[in-house]
T-cell receptor
Framework: DAGVIQSPRHEVTEMGQEVTLRCKPI?????LFWYRQTMMRGLELLIY????????DSGMPEDRFSAKMPNASFSTLKIQPSEPRDSAVYFC??????????FGEGSWLTVV | DQQVKQNSPSLSVQEGRISILNCDYT??????FLWYKKYPAEGPTFLIS?????DKNEDGRFTVFLNKSAKHLSLHIVPSQPGDSAVYFC???????????FGTGTRLKVLA
């Protein structure tokens, strides 16, 4: 059974460029989460969706960040324009009807 | 303002001894608590959980303790094994919201 799939696994981009991270949740999971991992803040919740609808985006750091979930099997997190301080590991996770959420392997973003 | 704190960034323990990882939270509305384990270059994976109606939950070598009055959660690993070396995150949420909030993580190193 496939887990949460994220792409790209690694991205190096120049400051000012647009970055798009992609996520395919586990089939049948109705919640999808985007997290960012940094040394200082640990795993920081950016936004989460329920049945493709954004429920809470209070963790999105700035207007440069946006997330969409056009259907139950796909979500994107976009940063435009990117800045060096956006360098982090971005995780997508999904949740079935139980209490556990399942993470993807992460997208490592470096903005130079 | 961090709602979930793991005040020890790192911990070293001898193989076979007990590892105790701690987590403090600020909001008494949180009623479900989880621990996740993360190896380098992988996504976090679920380890053990507890609801607020209990004060202890065991699963093999792992036990989670909840002290609601102190707003404190701990994970005990007995006996510790080198394969337990990883970063451990605690997470909390309030039933009905499913807004999973994670701590900053504690890096556990089990010495052989």
């Amino acid at each position: 059974d496939a887990g949460v799939i994220q792409s790209p696994r690694h991205e190096v981009t120049e400051m000012g460029q647009e970055v798009t991270l992609r996520c395919k949740p586990i089939s049948g999971h109705d919640y999808l989460f985007w997290y960012r991992q940094t040394m200082m803040r640990g795993l920081e919740l950016l936004i989460y969706f329920n049945n493709n609808v954004p429920i809470d985006d209070s963790g999105m750091p700035e207007d440069r960040f946006s997330a969409k979930m056009p259907n139950a099997s796909f979500s994107t997190l976009k940063i435009q324009p990117s800045e060096p301080r956006d360098s982090a590991v971005y995780f997508c996770a999904s949740r079935p009807s139980g209490n556990t959420i399942y993470f993807g392997e992460g997208s490592w973003l470096t903005v130079v | 303002d961090q709602q979930v704190k793991q005040n020890s960034p790192s911990l070293s323990v001898q193989e076979g001894r007990i590892s105790i990882l701690n987590c403090d939270y600020t909001n008494s509305m949180f009623d479900y608590f989880l621990w996740y384990k993360k190896y380098p270059a992988e996504g976090p994976t679920f380890l053990i959980s507890i609801s607020s109606i209990k004060d202890k939950n065991e699963d093999g070598r792992f036990t989670v303790f909840l002290n609601k009055s102190a707003k404190h959660l701990s994970l005990h690993i007995v006996p510790s094994q080198p394969g337990d070396s990883a970063v451990y995150f605690c997470a909390v949420y309030t039933s009905g919201t499913y807004k999973y909030i994670f701590g900053t993580g504690t890096r556990l190193k089990v010495l052989a």
